[in-house]
């Protein structure tokens, strides 16, 4: 079975916070090579009105502590510009008819 973790990151400048991102790329290449480790078989950024999602299809964690790793580590980093916590929730999949 796999989980769909995904984590909202409301931001006060959806721009800005995207030019942090290419900003990082160094730091969120670290973390994705870490994770595809870990099991990580996607991983994909989209943007909407005041937020960030990141959005990461794998294998279930051992624990959480990867995702608040990685949610800590890019608040220090400074490049979301975060104007409250963000909302991390995990689904599993189901087996349903169109799954592609």
Request: aromatic share 6%; charged share 20%; hydrophobic share 30%.
């Amino acid at each position: 079975m796999s989980v769909t973790v995904t984590i909202h990151f409301p931001v006060s400048d959806v721009a800005k916070a995207i030019e942090g991102l290419h900003g990082n790329a160094q730091f969120l290449e670290e973390i994705t090579e870490s994770t595809r480790g870990a099991g990580m078989l996607h991983h994909r950024f989209v943007s909407g009105d005041g937020e960030l999602m990141s959005s990461t299809n794998g294998r279930p964690p051992s624990n959480s502590k990867a995702s608040s790793t990685e949610t800590q580590g890019r608040r220090r980093h400074g490049f979301y510009r975060m104007t409250g916590p963000p909302e991390i929730t995990v689904f599993g999949s189901i087996d349903a008819p169109g799954t592609v």
